[in-house]
């Protein structure tokens, strides 16, 4: 394994293209919009220079990863002669569906090629190619330069081969990855949805403020974030979208999004934010609109 590829530039993908360069493996970055390319490495960049700072790389060590990605803009050529493709575009089924199409075409047979799906079915994927036993889930977390954890996941055609070689590089990323078998949500996104769509509600019915939500899975459960943090790091537009398809394709109560969800995407609250900003401010502000909680006995 010496080349990867990464279509998308996005939130996930510069961020895999950039641990893909310090694990040593001449990369390729695209996206069909060719405009967030040079965004995506100034990203990378800066990324490359804080871990300088913060003494994880050397500056030669830096310099020489970011020699490693490429962009490029045409398909094609970004894909062209390499070991694996990792996509990272939309979570829509369809438009990965496409692009696998397109990837059989453009690869090399011994290709492997990978999705960064949060829950999509890899089988779905995988029927768009003729060889599915190349086709495996290899689901990053954000931050990718900082999150340790990647989900391998497997289909039924999935072979052996394909996954020892994606469990190699991940692990030469310095990952701890995780196999799982391909159902909706895989482990991640199906148990963190239902406790980040569970703090919502929570806010909703001002059990607690936002962050004191947060602090309880902190210092009570030794969560690194709390469930509100998480959604607002990931994106709300992400989360609702695994929310409804999950709550589609499993049926669960717990899996069908709040209002409060749903009300902050329709505001155009969608991009990944700092810690403490959507879900904590518009959690202040349902408490607003409820105004102050009165006492059973009618005392304020």
């Keep these: ?30 996206d069909f919009q060719a405009q967030v390319l040079a965004p995506a490495m100034d990203r990378i ?6 871990g300088v700072k913060r003494g994880k790389l050397s500056s030669d060590e830096a310099a020489a990863a970011l020699r490693r990605v490429t962009p490029l803009e045409d398909l094609a050529s970004a894909v062209s002669d390499t070991d694996l493709v990792i ?13 696998f199409a397109q990837l059989e075409d453009l690869t090399d047979q011994g290709a492997i090629l990978a999705t960064n799906t949060s829950s ?8 768009s190619v ?6 495996i889930g ?20 999935t072979s052996d081969e394909t996954l020892v070689a994606v469990r190699d590089v991940a692990e030469r990323m310095g990952k701890d990855p995780i196999v799982v078998r391909d159902r909706p949500g895989f482990a991640s996104s199906r148990l963190g949805i239902v406790l980040g769509l569970e703090a919502m509600r929570m806010v909703e019915e001002g059990v607690a403020s936002p962050e004191d939500i ?21 994106g709300l537009d992400v989360r609702l979208a695994i929310a409804e398809y999950l709550h589609r394709e499993l049926q669960g109560q717990w899996y069908a999004p709040p209002a ?19 879900c904590h401010n518009h959690g202040r502000a349902v408490r607003e609109r409820r105004g102050p909680r009165r006492h059973r006995d009618g005392r304020g």
Excluded: C, W
């Design 1 to 30: 394994m010496k080349r990867i590829a990464v279509v998308g530039a996005g939130t996930m993908g510069h961020g895999i293209a950039q641990v893909s360069a310090i694990a040593g493996y001449e990369t390729t970055l695209t």
């Design 260 to 278: 409060l969800l749903r009300d902050m995407v329709a505001a155009g609250e969608t991009q990944p934010r700092r810690p403490r900003t959507v």
């Design 214 to 234: 947060d602090k309880a899975m902190e210092l009570g459960y030794g969560h690194p974030m709390g469930p509100l943090r998480v959604s607002d790091v990931v």
């Design 130 to 135: 003729s060889s599915p036993d190349r086709v």
């Design 45 to 50: 960049r800066a990324n490359l220079n804080g």
């Design 120 to 127: 999509l079915s890899i089988t779905r994927l995988a029927q």
């Design 138 to 157: 290899m689901h990053f977390f954000n931050p990718v330069h900082i999150m340790k954890l990647v989900e391998l996941v497997v289909h039924d055609s």
């Design 87 to 99: 996509e990272a575009i939309i979570e829509d089924v369809d438009a990965k569906q496409r692009l």
